[in-house]
Structure formats: C-alpha cells, structure tokens
Nanobody, 121 residues
Framework: QVQLVESGGGLVQAGGSLRLSCAAS????????MDWYRQAPGKERELVAT???????SYADFVKGRFTITGDNAKKTASLQMNSLSPEDTAVYYC???????????????WGQGTQVTVSS
C-alpha cells in the first residue's frame, strides 16, 4: 500500500510563510505528477499546484507568485513553499501523486492524509 506522509502545516500570521512536505513510504516505479490540493471548511477540494516528472509546474491563479512547488522523483518527495500567506489560504492541504506502482501497471492516484494550515489575521 502506498502511503503519502505530509508535514509542515501549522499556524502562521498573515504575511508569513510555511513549507509543506510530502513523502512516499514505498518504492514506486514511476511518478507521473505530484500535486498539492487544499480544502477549506465548507468548500470543495481545489488544485493548488502541480509538478510533472519532467519538472514542469503549474499553479492555480490564487497562488501564482506566492507558492512554489518542487519535487524530487528519486527521493519520492514533493514540497510546497508558501509565502505571503493570507487568512484565505487557511485549509487542509493534501498531496497527491499519480504513479505507476510497478512496471506495466496502470497509473493511479494516491493521497496524503492532509495537513492543516491556519493563517491568522
């Protein structure tokens, strides 16, 4: 079973920074994409940022210029550097990997358990 373990959430004041990390617990044949999502209370989960196996990145408009996603396929880790945080960024943040678990298997998604980010005004 693939487990993604997140860390780095917490409480920060508006304007501050946090760095989230995500690590896979087992060997993976190929990671296609690493994503960060977030879900605020009463809202749907939304995509924040994506990094592909080739290193291409994309961001939701509401985080462009403030958040940076990085990934290391060899180490099976992904990070999200979050700067200039505002109370609107308060949410549970989830990492998701799309991976081929073994050679020849179909790619599927695996989710982390989520880490709370709270930004106070």
């Amino acid at each position: 079973q693939v487990q993604l373990v997140e860390s780095g959430g917490g409480l920060v004041q508006a304007g501050g920074s946090l760095r989230l990390s995500c690590a896979a617990s087992v060997t993976l044949f190929k990671i296609n994409t690493m994503d960060w999502y977030r879900q605020a209370p009463g809202k749907e989960r939304e995509l924040v940022a994506t990094i592909t196996s080739s290193g291409s990145t994309s961001y939701a408009d509401f985080v462009k210029g403030r958040f940076t996603i990085t990934g290391d396929n060899a180490k099976k880790t992904a990070s999200l550097q979050m700067n200039s945080l505002s109370p609107e960024d308060t949410a549970v943040y989830y990492c998701k990997y799309n991976v081929h678990r073994w050679y020849g298997t179909t790619a599927r998604d695996y989710w982390g358990q989520g880490t709370q980010v709270t930004v106070s005004s």
